[in-house]
């Protein structure tokens, strides 16, 4: 059973930093593409970043390009997702998600259950 499981989120005041990990478990961590998705209140769920197997190739959403990077480890099987320069509309459940294709694309077939980041001005 895949199970991913988010830390890192809480409550950062505007320009400031959060890092979330997500460990996986129950698959071959390196045989899938990984990625983070938010949804804020009343919003539809949309990717933030995503990144390759091997970590060789990422993708950002264009609204956090610069400020967020998207890393992962293969010998701990977990994803990282490090948050700079944070902004109020940055507020959002984040989730990690995991798909055997790369770009993970709007509906990868494994979530976790997601962890709160509230930003404050």
């Known amino acids: 059973q895949v199970q991913l499981g988010e830390l890192g989120g809480g409550l950062a005041q505007a320009g400031g930093s959060l890092r979330l990990s997500c460990a996986a478990s129950?698959?071959?961590?390196?045989?899938?593409?990984m990625g983070w998705f938010r949804q804020a209140p009343g919003q539809k769920r949309v990717i933030v970043a995503d990144?390759?197997?091997?970590?060789?190739?990422?993708y950002y959403g264009e609204s956090v390009k610069g400020r967020f990077t998207i890393s992962r480890d293969n010998a701990k099987n977990t994803v990282y997702l490090q948050m700079n320069s944070l902004k109020p509309e940055d507020t959002a459940v984040y989730y990690c998600?995991?798909?055997?294709?790369?770009?993970?694309?709007?509906?990868?077939?494994?979530w976790g259950q997601g962890t709160q980041v509230t930003v404050s001005s």
């Open positions: 990144i390759s197997r091997d970590g060789g190739s990422t």
């Open positions: 129950g698959l071959t961590f390196s045989s899938y593409a």
């Open positions: 998600a995991a798909s055997s294709i790369w770009p993970l694309g709007a509906f990868p077939p494994y």
